[in-house]
């Protein structure tokens, strides 16, 4: 299949083509659990030039609005990198179609308390749990009894407070495709909401 499309992309020479096949396998992955895309690494840089990267499931993908987003804890090392410099990648490989999507954006978190009542309201009860933790991820302990949970009434809402969902909005993406007879590679950059590309030797 990967095979196909690359002979497809390379006979017509289409950047449109390249975009569009890496793009619907990144909208397909938001949904798909399995999906190798569904993971995406989140690269950040601290407040002291120190790169720092972590794991993170694609919630979202907006073409239309060039945004991805994903959900963390408030408290994490990550939001506050991101309050520093909020320029930060997203990089992730779909093995089965030998694609490497590389993106560059803007990270912030959502702010708008309906938008993530939302999103809390509709994630799994499994997913809510880690907001429950007590103490901040990454803190010390000397023990893990030390972690705890915050426990409470009946409701939902507890971690709520310690949810938040980060928007990253796309400045430019580069996709890699894996292939026999050549790879190929091809550079995208966000121009007033479309993307304009360009091939590069991969
Ligand atoms: C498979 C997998 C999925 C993960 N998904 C998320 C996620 O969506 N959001 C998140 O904040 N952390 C997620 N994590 C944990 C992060 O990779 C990381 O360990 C944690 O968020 C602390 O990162 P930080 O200290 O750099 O902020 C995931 C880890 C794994 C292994």
Known sequence: MNKEIIEKIREK????LA??????KLQRAVKKRNDDLHLLNFVTVDEKNRPNTRNVVLRDFSL?????????DKRSSKIKDIKANKNVCLIGYDKRAKLQIRIS???SPINDEE???????????MSRECYRVTKSPGDKIKSLSEIKFDEGDESN????DN????????KSLEILYLGHAGHI????????GSLNGEWIVP
Request: glycine share 2%; hydrophobic share 45%.
């Open 13 to 16: 020479d289409s950047l449109e």
């Open 19 to 24: 975009l569009d096949t890496a793009m619907n």
């Open 64 to 72: 239309k609005n060039l945004t991805i987003r994903f959900h963390t």
């Open 105 to 107: 954006a803007e990270a």
């Open 115 to 125: 938008i993530l009542m939302d999103i809390w309201q509709k994630m799994y009860p």
């Open 157 to 160: 809402l507890i971690g709520y």
């Open 163 to 170: 949810f938040v969902a980060i928007q990253c909005d796309i």
């Open 185 to 192: 590679r091809a550079r995208y950059i966000n121009s007033n």
